[in-house]
């Protein structure tokens, strides 16, 4: 079990070992177990196999990921130290290519470690950048939290997507964490959590954090959502992200399905996230969104559900266009597209 007295972290760096600590969150709800990786092969594999997963999550990993890469580097030459933590961020790049976190957790402390004359100075800036980040990481979801709980009606029902909690970021959570800051504020909150097919993060990882804060959690199949819609069982929808383009909120499969719905039912459907999501100077047309194996649809509870030499699409992210989008909560408040696209450039250049 999990510690009930310290806040849920999925990853956690050990500089002194040089370790990451996560949670195998692909063993959850049976098991809540622990892994290290000792070196950056086994941190890529965590985040391949989803053990290690969730776009703010990808983002701390990533940082902590070159920061293990310079403290365990073998070369004592600057120019060769920095080609080895090089390929490192080379290797955890092609993990996993939509969330764009994980690229901005990797590329901030790459800069830092490249910007360093000495190998040991590099090492110390490694550590501090990538604590930087996570740190970041959490203000930016409590901020989230704050600024989003302000949507929310006294009563409210809300329905989700995938996991968008604790376990996707350094803590606490970004739609997720709307609704934990709601709660706070005594907001009545009663959430629907898709099961989100084909790997349930819904089902597992969602309703699993939640039971655990207490919060009133009901798990319902992706497919049930327009029916509840039209029931009028569902006051607003909130889900995470991967990658905000200019004209789309790229997230996990199902979500765009949500957005139709809730625009059918004059639902509000808002997107959660923090500025280190924004892709803004790309469109949808330039993002790959990542296909995943044939295993994870043609089995399911250990049974073969797909005739062998049937063929599986299986793509983990869709795009909800812009305009389905009510609105999107961030640390610096809550923003439309493209209304605001000015506003969100400017923020981003200043930080
Ligand atoms: O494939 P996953 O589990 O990494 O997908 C995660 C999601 O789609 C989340 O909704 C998104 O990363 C936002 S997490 C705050």
């Known amino acids: 079990m999990q510690p009930s007295d310290t806040p849920l972290r ?14 195998a969150q692909t063993r ?10 000792h070196d950056i092969k086994r941190l890529a594999e ?9 776009a703010p999550a990808l983002g701390v990993a990533g ?18 130290f920095r080609e080895e933590v090089s390929n490192a961020a080379d290797l955890l790049r092609s993990t996993r290519p939509t969330a764009v976190n994980l690229f901005y957790g990797i590329d901030r402390v790459l800069t830092a470690v490249l910007a360093e004359q000495t190998v040991s100075s590099a090492r110390e800036r490694a550590v501090s950048e990538a604590e930087e980040v996570a740190d970041d990481d959490s203000r930016t979801c409590h901020a989230i939290g704050e600024h989003g709980r302000n949507i929310l009606p006294p009563s409210c029902r ?16 970004t739609a997720l964490g709307v609704i934990r800051s709601g709660v706070q504020a005594g907001v009545k909150v009663q959430v629907y959590a898709c099961e989100t097919r084909p790997l349930l993060q819904g089902a597992r990882l969602t309703s699993w ?8 959690v009901t798990v319902i199949t992706d497919s049930m959502a327009a029916s509840l819609m039209r029931k009028g069982m569902i006051d607003v929808v909130i889900v995470g992200a ?31 996230a923090p500025f280190s999501t924004f892709d803004e100077e790309s469109a949808e047309a330039d993002i790959i969104v990542e296909e995943r194996s044939r295993d994870e649809i043609a089995c399911f509870g250990g049974r073969k559900t797909i005739p062998d030499g049937v063929k599986v699409y299986n793509p983990a992210f869709d795009a909800t266009p812009v305009s389905l989008v009510t609105g999107i909560i961030t640390e610096h408040g809550i923003f439309r597209l ?12 200043r930080s």
């Open 10 to 23: 999925p990853v956690i760096f050990y500089p002194d070992i040089p370790a990451i600590k996560f949670i």
């Open 28 to 37: 959850l709800p049976e098991e809540y177990h622990e892994e290290t990786a």
């Open 46 to 54: 965590a985040i391949r196999c989803l053990d290690i997963r969730g």
């Open 63 to 80: 940082a902590y990921g070159i920061a293990l890469a310079a403290l365990t580097a073998t070369a004592s030459e600057p120019e060769k």
């Open 158 to 173: 809300i329905l989700t997507h995938c996991n968008a909690g604790a376990l996707a970021c350094r803590e606490w959570g």
């Open 209 to 216: 954090e939640l039971a655990q804060d207490g919060i009133d």
């Open 242 to 272: 991967d990658r905000i383009t200019k004209d789309a909120v790229f997230n996990k499969i199902g979500t765009y399905m949500h957005a139709v719905c809730a625009d059918a039912h004059h639902i509000p459907f808002y997107v959660a």
């Open 338 to 349: 493209p209304e605001d696209l000015s506003d969100i450039r400017a923020i981003r250049q």
